[in-house]
């Protein structure tokens, strides 16, 4: 750590010092510079008295703004078309008449039990005597048959229908809809624009001294675009 103990000599303190002085010189330059490359200063004229020259053959453009106001009524037609499922919820019950024509198929078996009673009348021929002929005798039968079956029955049946009908729909309907409506849409405004004209004109005869009067002006001037100078009244 003997180099701790060396005496600092002078011209190393101006030398930092002048190093020092260099950079605030450079920093204090790059701001100003940047200040004066992007702000802007405001300038404020009041009363100010003025002269204007135009030489000649002075090419100018003139633009005048004349402002124009109109009213619009008008109620156009417009074709509207519209693609969409609308949901309908139907409140009451629906009446409708039906008819209805179409045919039953019946295949079934029927199954019959019971008695089913006969009544008849016999005629026996009864031999009385070889040489005698047959006498025909007549005897009145009554009886009761039973009877146990099952008839296999196979057919259609016609069905004709026509009556009212009731129903209610509890669910909402998706209904479909494609259609395109005529709409008029009313148009009813104020309509206000400017219509602009511009004229192209060149001075033959020049004009060396005019003056004029600002009464007021407020001006942004670029910082770099001032020159200063000092005056002596």
């Known amino acids: ?3 701790l103990r060396r005496p600092v000599r002078l011209r190393h303190v101006l030398l930092v010092y002048g190093l020092t002085l260099l950079a605030w010189a450079g920093a204090l330059a790059a701001g100003a510079r940047y200040v004066l490359a992007h702000q802007t200063a405001l300038l404020s004229l009041r009363d100010v008295p003025a002269v204007l020259s135009l030489p000649r053959d002075l090419h100018a453009r003139a633009q005048a703004l004349v402002p ?3 009213r619009i009524d008008w109620a156009p037609t417009v074709a509207v078309p519209v693609h969409q499922t609308v949901r309908v919820q139907l409140p009451t019950a629906l009446h409708a008449q039906a008819r ?8 079934t078996f029927i199954d019959f039990a019971g008695d089913i009673p006969v009544s008849l009348d016999l005629e026996i021929d009864v031999p009385v005597r070889r040489w005698l002929p047959t006498a025909r005798v007549k005897l009145p039968v009554s009886l009761r048959v039973p009877v146990k079956l099952r008839v296999p029955l196979q057919t259609d049946v016609p069905l004709a229908l026509d009556s009212r009908v009731t ?12 259609t395109t409506l005529q709409a008029r849409v009313p148009i009813h405004a ?4 400017w219509a602009v004209n511009q004229t192209d004109f060149t001075l033959h005869t020049p004009i060396d001294a005019l003056a004029l009067g600002v ?4 001006l942004r001037v670029p910082l770099n675009a001032l020159a200063v100078s000092a005056t002596r009244r």
């Open 68 to 70: 124009l106001q109109t």
């Open 1 to 3: 750590m003997s180099w």
């Open 190 to 193: 104020d309509v206000q624009g």
């Open 215 to 218: 009464a007021r002006a407020d």
């Open 100 to 107: 209805i024509e179409s045919s039953v198929p019946i295949d």
């Open 167 to 178: 129903a209610a729909l509890d669910a909402p309907l998706d209904v479909p809809v494609h």
